[in-house]
């Protein structure tokens, strides 16, 4: 089993190593590819330091699956080129997302859709993937007609250059910027880029690909995601409409016993779900679960996630252990 983390030098490829290594996943060889500059750095894997390789050696090497954290164009570009060798890529860029002939897991949801062709399979936006975990067992049972959904998403989410940005600022230093405006003891309406509708490219994502994970077009999704001077974890402020009546103590028990979310619900003793709390954890945590008091069969609740972990790397390698259970394990 050859796995190759393209963008391993990145924040995110680095924490997809930490999560191969952390959930034990049986690798024989790791190989870690970045762009040329990065070629023959150095990378610690269990212990032992691998040397970074370039796109065209790994793609030689034909891996048996590839997870990529290395930003669209070059997912465009490369993926292909793995797939051509008969490698599994999971992308987590927005290249194939919203592609027809590609699938957009979130492995709790929507992994029993893959099959043994998918070649390229696309790892959803970090702030859709927290949400649709908690809205997958919901719709299930009440049928969800409409969520409105702000977030409040760390710097993280932007890469080292943001982080550098935040930290700089704090401490009094120039920096290089990663956003139009400063963002220590600030808040920033605008994530990605602006489109002609007024939202941006962020915003856009969690509407579309709620549709496609979910498999419900009828889903009506509306977002405002903004940028706060937090490092790691995003949240969300979630209101759902359902199609049926609900009962509060229901959605509870549901969502308790659903694998991959924990339920922080408790006013009297102030537990609620925090950035600060989620850092470093694997799971979705959801409270302050309200119903909306303004209108029928509508609910009130709070999202937090790690983006770096259940975001992006964890949900990826998550897809890779199904492939390697459902696939590989029959062929060995």
């Known amino acids: 089993m050859k796995i190759a983390v393209v963008g391993a030098t990145g924040l995110v490829g680095g924490e997809m190593l930490k999560v191969l290594e952390e959930r034990q996943v049986p690798i024989t060889e ?6 040329e500059r990065s070629v023959g750095k150095k990378v610690t894997f269990k212990g032992k330091e691998y040397t970074v390789v370039g796109m065209q050696t790994a793609i030689e090497l034909k891996p048996e699956i590839a997870i990529f954290s290395a930003g669209g164009s070059t997912s465009k570009e490369f993926a292909p080129k ?21 699938k957009l897991v979130v492995p709790e949801i ?8 998918d070649k390229i399979i ?8 927290q949400m649709v975990v908690a809205l997958a067992p919901l719709h299930k049972k009440y049928q969800i007609n409409r969520v409105v959904v702000s977030t409040y998403q760390s710097v993280t989410g932007s890469g080292v250059k943001a982080v550098d940005q ?3 600022e704090r401490n009094g230093q120039p920096v290089e910027k990663a956003y139009p405006h400063p963002i220590d003891k600030n808040v920033l309406p605008h994530i990605d880029v602006f489109m002609d509708n007024g939202y941006t490219r962020e915003e856009m994502k969690m509407v579309n690909e709620t549709k496609k994970i979910m498999g419900d077009d009828n889903i009506k999704v509306t977002a405002t995601a903004v940028r706060i001077p937090v490092i ?3 949240s969300e402020a979630v209101n759902i409409e359902f199609e049926q009546e609900y009962d509060l103590q229901d959605v509870r ?11 922080q619900d408790d006013n009297a003793n102030n537990l609620y779900p ?3 709390n989620a850092h470093g954890k694997d799971e979705v945590f959801v409270g302050r679960l309200r119903r909306d008091e303004s209108q029928p069969k509508t609910l009130n609740m709070w999202i937090v996630a790690d983006n770096l972990r259940k975001g992006a790397a964890t949900n990826a390698v998550q897809i890779a252990e199904y492939l390697i259970e459902k696939f590989w394990s029959v062929k060995a």
Do not use: K, Y
Request: aromatic share 4%; net charge negative.
């Open 30 to 35: 790791l190989i870690p590819v970045a762009s």
């Open 82 to 102: 793995f797939a051509e060798v008969g490698t599994v890529v999971i992308d987590n860029s927005s290249a194939w997302r919203m592609s027809p002939d590609h």
């Open 110 to 117: 929507n992994a029993d859709q893959l099959t043994d062709t």
């Open 122 to 129: 696309a790892n959803p936006n970090c702030s859709t993937i």
């Open 166 to 168: 935040l930290e700089g």
């Open 232 to 234: 790691g974890g995003h």
């Open 253 to 263: 028990d549901l969502l308790a016993n659903t694998p991959g979310i924990i339920l």
């Open 274 to 276: 925090m950035p600060l």
